[in-house]
């Protein structure tokens, strides 16, 4: 009663198809379409496969009536309902029921070769469903009753975590940084806190003082190569007073 409940869909249709009658076969090999007498077929029509269920259904047709000419169940494809024929790809044999348990063997027939390809395919992926929703149900089924894993927490259960190789950082164990005000020890064999002397034979020039007084300005009369006395005055008198305190700390001075 569940598959009577189940929708029929469509999945080829087919406008021409010739059916044949065919021989018994004679032995093991197969048919052969050329035993058949192509030119003069027993019926023409329309063709359509069906599908309820896992079950497909070739329902040969009147193309004007719709009137129900032969009907062949499928059950697995390939197999022994439908055939092909060993010479040619655009032939098949069929085994039709009448629905009261009798059945004939007939032959089918497309006259373009793309219709028999379609009518193969057709067959073919309604089967390949079947056959991945029978592998999901016992997948689904195998999962229903497998035990299930509680990893939950049950009432008053704890969980102890132990962290290892953790190092505590001191903030009191950190190396001062030198500051800018640190004292550099005294160089080897010099006195601390004392000046050094300049060494022996060295001439120290002292630094001259400044001259606020412009040197030359412009529209004077004074030439460049004869400067007067006014102009130098300042320079002679600091490197006068300059000689004396040379001479006062025991410095040599050249000018």
Not at 165 to 191: E, M
Not at 201 to 217: D, F, I, R, Y
Request: contains cysteine; charged residues 25%; hydrophobic residues 35%.
């Amino acid at each position: 009663m569940a598959e009577d409940n189940t929708y029929e869909s469509m999945l080829c249709v087919k406008p021409e198809v010739h059916v044949y009658r065919i021989p018994p076969r004679a032995s093991n090999r197969g048919y052969r379409a050329a035993d058949w007498k192509l030119d003069e077929p027993a019926w023409s029509g329309r063709l359509k496969i069906t599908a309820k269920g896992k079950m497909a259904f070739i329902k040969l047709e009147d193309r004007n009536t719709g009137e129900l000419y032969a009907q062949a169940p499928v059950e697995q494809y390939p197999g022994s309902v439908v055939e092909s024929v060993a010479d040619s790809s655009r032939y098949f044999v069929i085994r039709i029921e009448d629905g009261t348990g009798r059945h004939a063997f007939i032959g089918l027939g497309f006259a373009d070769r793309g219709d028999s390809f379609d009518f193969n395919v057709a067959l073919q992926d309604h089967f390949k469903w079947v056959k991945q929703e029978g592998d999901l149900a016992k997948l689904e089924a195998s999962q229903s009753t497998a035990p299930k894993l509680d990893l939950s927490f049950k009432e008053g259960q704890t969980i102890k975590i132990s962290i290892g190789n953790i190092k505590k950082k001191d903030g009191c164990g950190a190396k001062p940084r030198p500051g800018g005000g640190a004292l550099l020890p005294p160089p080897p064999g010099g006195k601390p806190g004392g000046v050094l002397p300049p060494a022996a034979g060295l001439p120290t020039v002292s630094a001259p003082q400044p001259n606020t007084a412009p040197l030359l300005e412009l529209g004077s009369p004074v030439s460049a190569a004869q400067p007067s006395s006014d102009m130098w005055g300042d320079f002679t008198s600091a490197g006068s007073n300059s000689n004396k305190d040379a001479a006062s700390s025991g410095w040599v001075q050249f000018s």
